[in-house]
């Protein structure tokens, strides 16, 4: 009996054992935020997070890609706890389908589209009739059912009346920095991007400005998913990103923030 009775003791103390390790390791899981992000945002948004994780010691992950391409995945059962689309349509299309916590959309940046070349080519863009002319060849934007990006460039070139003209010269990227790199690879002439994306290489040369008037203003909202298993958190990275240190790094990257 006093065999059977030692046994049993130890059984239960290894069991103490092991939930208490396991209540300890538990403690030492960082906690975790999931943000899906349009992907003009991954240069500005990765030193964001390096700070917000020195200030709460909360890891930040990112999902970086087209936003039309993050909304399909939201809407196939993707988890995220914050999402952050380079124009309204998509969190209008998530909010249509109650993915959204209510009342958590706040509007953080605006945006530009300008026209750029390679830095070595010889062609000037007077207006936007420049486009159709012979010299230029081929002219990369978003695909415009998938990037934002290309949504904004086609509302210009319609704008214009140039989306049917160019029709034979357009190549389509499947984010925005697919479609600046088929400049700086020289596989065409032009590509219509954000102003922000000129900062990413020294190889590029901004040709024209797109007026504003000629397409939707570039809005990007940011919003709390009603699933997230850490709302609270979610809120407090969002209204981060809205600090003046934040607006800081935006800035630098040429982001125009929203106050």
Request: proline residues 3%.
């Given at each position: ?46 030193e964001i997070g390096t ?159 797109l007026p504003s008037e ?46």
């Amino acid at each position: 009996m006093h065999r059977i009775f030692k046994s049993l003791t130890t059984i239960y103390l290894l069991s103490v054992f092991a939930t208490l390790s396991g209540c300890a390791t538990d403690k030492q899981k960082p906690i975790e935020l999931s943000v899906f992000a349009a992907i003009s945002l991954t240069d500005a948004l990765g030193e964001i997070g390096t700070a917000f994780t020195a200030e709460t010691g909360a890891k930040v992950y990112y999902n970086f890609e087209a936003s039309t391409t993050l909304q399909r995945q939201l809407e196939k059962g993707a988890s995220a706890d914050v999402f952050i689309s380079a124009s309204p349509r998509q969190v209008i299309a998530l909010e249509t389908n109650g993915l959204l916590e209510v009342g958590s959309r706040h509007d953080l940046l605006t945006n530009r589209l300008v026209l750029v070349s390679d830095e070595t080519a010889r062609i000037s863009v007077e207006t936007p009739d420049s486009l159709a002319m012979p010299e230029i060849s081929r002219i990369a934007i978003g695909h415009p059912n998938i990037v934002p990006a290309g949504t904004y460039a086609k509302e210009a070139l319609t704008h214009f009346g140039l989306w049917e003209i160019l029709q034979s010269k357009l190549i389509f990227g499947m984010d925005v920095r697919a479609t600046l790199a088929y400049v700086t690879a020289g596989n065409v002439d032009i590509a219509i991007v954000y102003k922000t994306d000129t900062t990413l290489t020294e190889n590029i040369k901004v040709l024209y400005a797109l007026p504003s008037e000629a397409y939707t203003p570039i809005i990007y909202p940011a919003v709390v998913m009603k699933d997230s298993l850490r709302k609270q958190l979610a809120r407090r990275f969002i209204s981060y990103l809205q600090s003046t240190q934040s607006g800081e790094v935006f800035e630098k990257h040429g982001f125009t923030f929203l106050d």
